[in-house]
C-alpha cells in the first residue's frame, strides 16, 4: 500500500495540480529557465504561500539588490514584508571601497564568507521555506566543478536538514551548464519558452508521482498561473445513466432517431451560414426548458451578433442567458493558450454544472496553436483531451465544423476530426430551380441507428423547420442535385 506523503503548496494552483498536491517538505527543488522566464516570480508565490505555523520564508538573492526586489514584488502583490530577505547581490558584498567589483578571480578566500552569511542567516530565522535566486552566481565563483559541487551539496544537506524546503534558480544558458544541479536536486522544474507560448514541464520529483508533459504558463501583473494539460482517462471519470437529448424539432429528431446522446460528442458540418451554430443552440434551448445548462465557447462570431440572431429565428437566448440557463463566451484565439481554453471549459462544467458545451468553431479553435510545424497533430491532440474529459463527466460536446466547399466536392472536415464524433451532422448549400436551398442529413451515429435519407433545411422567424426527405433528388453530396424524374424521361 502506498503512504500518503504530506505535501505544502507552491502558492500556484495550477503548479500544484501538475505536482499532485505541492511540494514534498524538506527537499530540495531546482528551478531552471532562462531570463525572463518567472524563475523569480515562481519562488516569490512560494514563499508567501507559507504560514504563521511556518515561520518567516528567506530570500536569498545573487542577482536582484532588496529594494529593486521589494518593488517588483509589490507591484504583483506579493506581500514582501512577510519574507526574510539575504541580500548578496555585489553591490553589497563585493565591492571595495571604490565601488568597483572586488572578485578578479574565483577562490576560496570569497566563496566561504558568503556562504558563512547564508548559515548565519539561516540559524537566526530557521525558516521552512527557502528560496535562492540564482545559484549560477555562485558557480562562477567556484575554482572547479568539483568544488561547486561539493559547496551547493553541502548548502542543500544544511537546508533541508532543518526541516526546510529549498528552491533554487539555475540560468539556463550555453555558457555553464547546471547538469551536476539537476542530480543533487530532488525535483526539477523547467521554464520553457516555445513559440511565443510559456510553458512549464516537471522532469524529475523523487517521491511522488506528476503530471507529465509541457504545462501553459502565462505571467502578468498578478505574477504566475500554470494550466496543465487535461488528462481525462486517468484523471476524470463519471459514470452517467444513457439518456436521449431532444433538440426539440421534430424533423431533426426525426433524422437523429431521437436526437444525440447524452456524453457524446457530435460534429456539426457544412459551409459559412448554411445555419451550424443555430442548429446548436436548438439543442441548447431545449435543455434549457428541461432546467439544464449550457455555454456557448464563440471563437468567430460576436456575442451580441450570436444573441440578436437566435432571438431572430425564434430561438430566445437572451432570455436563456438572463435566466442562468446560458453562458455566452466570446474567446480571442490569439490570446487563450489551449491548456488555459481547456482549463476555463472543465472549470465552468465543475462548478456551475453545465450540460452542453458548443465550440464554435473548430478553425477559430485552430488559431490559438502556434506551432505551424505540428498544428493540426496538436489542435487534435488537444480537442481530443478535452472532448474526452468532458465526455467522461456526462457533458454533451457540440463542435461546429466549417468547411470550405460552398458547393461541389462533399467533406466533413479539413482538420481530421470526424474520428472524435460520435454523431456526424451534416449541413449543405442546395440549387434548385434557381434558389438556394439547404439540405440536412446525418453520416455517422456511433450509439443508435439513423435515417440515411437528406432533408430541406429551413431557418424561419418561427424556428427551424425540416422537410420531407428529399428522396427525388440524386447528386446532392457532389453539389449537383438533380430530379430522378427527369433523369428517367431523358433516357426515355
Known amino acids: 500500500m502506498t503512504q500518503q506523503v ?51 520564508p528567506l530570500l536569498i538573492s545573487l542577482t536582484e539588490g532588496y529594494e529593486r526586489l521589494r518593488i517588483d514584488a509589490l507591484q504583483r502583490g506579493f506581500d514582501i514584508d512577510k519574507i526574510d530577505i539575504l541580500d548578496l547581490t555585489p553591490s553589497t558584498d563585493f565591492t571595495n571601497e571604490d565601488g568597483y567589483y572586488n572578485v578578479v578571480s574565483p577562490s576560496e578566500v570569497e566563496r566561504e564568507p558568503l556562504m558563512k552569511k547564508i548559515t548565519e542567516r539561516l ?81 524529475k520529483f523523487r517521491g511522488s508521482d506528476f503530471v507529465q508533459g509541457a504545462h501553459t504558463l502565462r505571467l502578468d501583473g498578478k505574477g504566475m498561473a500554470v494550466y496543465h494539460a487535461v488528462k481525462p482517462k486517468k484523471y476524470h471519470s463519471h459514470d452517467h445513466a444513457f439518456e436521449i437529448i431532444s433538440s426539440g424539432v421534430p424533423g431533426v429528431d426525426e433524422i437523429l432517431h431521437g436526437g444525440i446522446e447524452r456524453g457524446t460528442a457530435t460534429v456539426i458540418s457544412g459551409p ?46 437572451s432570455s436563456m442567458v438572463k435566466a442562468g440557463f446560458l453562458s455566452l463566451f466570446k474567446v480571442d484565439p490569439l490570446e487563450f493558450m489551449p491548456n488555459e481554453f481547456s482549463y476555463h471549459v472543465c472549470k465552468e462544467v465543475e462548478e456551475m454544472g453545465t450540460k452542453i458545451v458548443m465550440l464554435d468553431s473548430i478553425s477559430g479553435y485552430r488559431l490559438s496553436f502556434k ?28 463542435l461546429i465544423n466549417e468547411t470550405q466547399n460552398i458547393t461541389g466536392d462533399f467533406t466533413i472536415s479539413d482538420y481530421g476530426i470526424s474520428y472524435l464524433a460520435d454523431t456526424i451532422v451534416f449541413m449543405r448549400y442546395l440549387e434548385i430551380k434557381g434558389e438556394i436551398n439547404r439540405a440536412i442529413g446525418v453520416l455517422k451515429k456511433r450509439l443508435s441507428s439513423f435515417e440515411n435519407t437528406l432533408r430541406e433545411f429551413e431557418i424561419t422567424k418561427y424556428g427551424i423547420k425540416v422537410g420531407n426527405p428529399l428522396s427525388e433528388l440524386r447528386g446532392i453530396l457532389s453539389g449537383n442535385p438533380e430530379f430522378i424524374s427527369k433523369i428517367s424521361e431523358e433516357k426515355l
Open 123 to 203: 540559524d537566526e530565522v530557521k525558516p521552512k521555506r527557502v528560496f535562492l535566486d540564482c545559484i549560477t552566481q555562485l558557480q562562477y565563483l567556484a575554482p572547479d566543478n568539483f568544488q561547486f559541487r561539493k559547496s551547493i551539496l553541502s548548502l542543500i544537506d544544511r537546508v533541508t536538514g532543518c526541516g526546510a524546503t529549498f528552491l533554487l534558480t539555475s540560468e539556463v544558458s550555453n555558457l555553464l551548464s547546471d547538469d551536476d544541479l539537476q542530480f543533487l536536486c530532488d525535483g526539477i522544474i523547467s521554464l520553457e519558452l516555445l513559440h511565443d507560448q510559456r510553458q512549464i514541464r516537471i522532469s
Open 371 to 398: 506551432d505551424r510545424n505540428h498544428e493540426e497533430y496538436e489542435m487534435r491532440r488537444h480537442l481530443h483531451s478535452l472532448s474526452e474529459y468532458l465526455k467522461n463527466a456526462g457533458v454533451t460536446v457540440i
Open 272 to 317: 459559412t451560414g448554411v445555419g451550424k451554430t443555430t442548429l446548436g443552440v436548438q439543442f441548447m434551448k431545449e435543455a434549457a426548458g428541461r432546467g439544464e445548462r449550457s455555454v456557448v465557447y464563440t471563437f468567430e462570431e460576436n456575442v451580441k451578433s450570436l444573441q440578436r440572431h437566435c432571438d431572430a429565428v425564434n430561438i430566445s437566448v
Open 6 to 56: 504530506n505535501k505544502i503548496s507552491t502558492g500556484i494552483s495550477g503548479l500544484d495540480e501538475v505536482l499532485m498536491g505541492g511540494l514534498i517538505p524538506g527537499r530540495s527543488y531546482l528551478v531552471r529557465g532562462g531570463a525572463g522566464a518567472g524563475k523569480t516570480t515562481l519562488g516569490l508565490h512560494f514563499l508567501c504561500e507559507g504560514n504563521e505555523e511556518e515561520g518567516r
